[in-house]
Structures are given as C-alpha cells and as structure tokens.
C-alpha cells in the first residue's frame, strides 16, 4: 500500500528513490521512465525555491539597471522588463539544461548514460557532501526534495495572492 494514499497501491516503479512515498495516483511511472520523472520534480523544486526567495525579495529589492521599473506586484515583471529579458532567462536556462546533460535533453536521451543519477550535477561548491556517509547524503537528499515541494506550493500560493488580491505580498 502507499505511504501517501493508504487506498492506494504503491507504484512498484518508484521503489528505491528518494523522498518516494508511494504518490502515483495517475501512474506516470508505468508510462514515462521514472528517473525523468525524479528529475523533473528536482528541477521543478530547485527552481521554484529560486523564484519564491525571489518573488518576495523583488518587492525590496532592485538591480541598478531596472530602478525605475520596480513594481510591487512581481506578476507585472515580465511585461515591465519586457520580452528580451525573458527571452534571456529562457535561454540560459536551455543552455545549462544542454551543458549540464552532455546535449541530451529529450526525455528519451537524458539518461542514455545508466550511472547518471537524477539530480546529480556535479556542482557541490561548498563541499557539503564530501566526506558524508550515504545515509547523510541521502538525508540531504530527502531535505531538498521536501523543500521544493514545499517551494512549489508556495511560489503558487504567492502568485495567485498577487492575481486574487490585486496588491502586493507584503
């Protein structure tokens, strides 16, 4: 049975990774290959736990070169700046996602390479995994990902704040 949904089976295709509580209801696991779907939701989590410090931060906070475009509500950005400077974001973004997967990144290629584990980039600047035992990185793991999940409810629950209320977050 599923930690999650207890009237539920577990999906057998997410065994073994982490943070998997057996939440499937759709079973995208028996469809798509599992380790894209972990990677999907590591991304998704990294990058809304970017955008919720940013969405509040934005309200305080401005680059010297857009001082007189600040607006309060952060929903208004993107047409405040206009579409350069998202076209520049969205482009970056493809080029790391092309950098960081050796040029794979369809669904089909991004795990040609069987070692490559979903998530794992190499980028450790801090070193806060060296010398860490795997029950230590694997908890490290499972913080991340509670994190961003948390963060994608959040970052949703600030935009559509701005969307209901019309004001500002803060």
Not at 143 to 169: S, Y
Request: glycine share 10%; hydrophobic share 45%; net charge negative.
């Amino acid at each position: 049975m599923s930690k999650s949904m207890p009237f539920l089976t577990a999906p057998a295709n997410l065994d073994g990774y982490v943070g998997g509580v057996g939440f499937d209801p759709l079973g995208f696991s028996d469809n798509f290959d599992p380790k894209w779907l972990v990677e999907s939701e590591i991304k998704h989590g990294r990058v809304a736990m970017l955008a919720a410090a940013g969405f509040a931060a934005s309200q305080f906070v401005n680059f010297p070169m857009y001082a007189d475009m600040h607006v309060d509500d952060s929903n208004l950005a993107p047409q405040v700046v206009g579409v350069s400077a998202m076209l520049q974001i969205v482009c970056a973004a493809g080029i790391e996602e092309w950098r960081t997967n050796n040029g794979n990144v369809t669904m089909e290629t991004m795990f040609a390479n069987q070692d490559r584990a979903p998530g794992a980039l190499g980028f450790d600047p801090m070193g806060m995994m060296k010398g860490k035992s795997e029950a230590e990185i694997n908890d490290m793991k499972l913080k991340e990902i509670k994190n961003g999940r948390l963060a994608m409810l959040a970052i949703g629950g600030m935009i559509h704040h701005n969307f209901v209320t019309g004001e500002a977050l803060f």
